[in-house]
């Protein structure tokens, strides 16, 4: 029973593998055709631009996080050495001196001031800055996968308008494709379904019961 259970798990596993393999040589393949010019790569420019401003939003939030990080330890070593000062005039200040008896008062004071201030930048700038800047890694993996469907897409394109040109008609494969199409643009958390001037897929039942693609702007 055991061995049975791992047979199947073992052949699950295959096939899982089997079509990511499959799934990474259409993309290569579809990325190749698409360089030689050959293939028609769909483009969305306003998603484009999108995506321009967020990796320059990106650069410009590192950039700004270094530098909030760069201030936040300057404060700690300005504290620092402000105790280290104050440390120093109550070692050589003398009993006869006026004002003595105000110096460890005063000493007390400017710490809580110091640890007050340095307790604010860290939760109004530094943590802040952190959630920030923590954002874009989910966002650019989002992107990285809209781009890796959108190959799929393309690639299920072209695999659709080959076999609809082809002489003999296979109906069995152009419905598969076609629902593999209508998948790939109904990905969810990827925008490919509201694509802004680029085709999506709708699939309508014919009364002779053949599969049509339809084709909008």
């Known amino acids: 029973m ?6 199947q798990n073992i ?26 010019g050959k293939n028609m790569e769909t483009k969305d420019e306003q998603f484009e631009q999108y995506s321009q401003n967020l990796l320059k939003q990106q650069n410009d939030g590192g950039r700004l996080f270094k530098e909030v990080q760069a201030y936040f330890r300057a404060v ?11 440390q120093t005039l109550r070692d050589v200040y003398e009993p006869d001196w006026q004002g003595g008896e105000d110096l460890s008062v005063i000493m007390e004071s400017e710490d809580l001031l110091w640890n007050d201030y340095e307790e604010k930048l860290t939760d109004q700038i530094v943590r802040t800055m952190e959630n920030y800047t923590g954002q874009f890694h ?5 992107l990285a996968k809209r781009g890796r469907k959108l190959v ?5 394109r072209h695999h659709l308008e080959a076999l ?8 069995a494969k152009i419905t598969k494709v ?14 490919l379904v509201s694509l802004s001037r680029e085709w ?3 699939v309508t039942l014919q009364k002779t019961g053949r599969c049509s693609l339809m084709w909008k702007t």
């Open 11 to 36: 052949g699950a596993g295959a096939g899982i593998l089997a079509k990511r393999v499959q799934k990474s040589l259409n993309r290569a393949q579809e990325k190749v055709m698409q360089k030689l």
């Open 200 to 202: 999506r897929w709708r």
């Open 2 to 7: 055991a061995e049975n259970k791992m047979g």
């Open 76 to 86: 700690k070593v300005m504290h620092e050495t402000s105790k280290r000062l104050s």
């Open 164 to 171: 609809q040109n082809a002489k003999k008609k296979d109906d």
């Open 152 to 156: 799929d897409y393309d690639s299920s």
């Open 138 to 142: 989910e966002v650019k993996e989002r």
């Open 178 to 191: 076609i629902q593999r199409g209508l998948e790939i643009t109904q990905t969810p958390r990827i925008h």
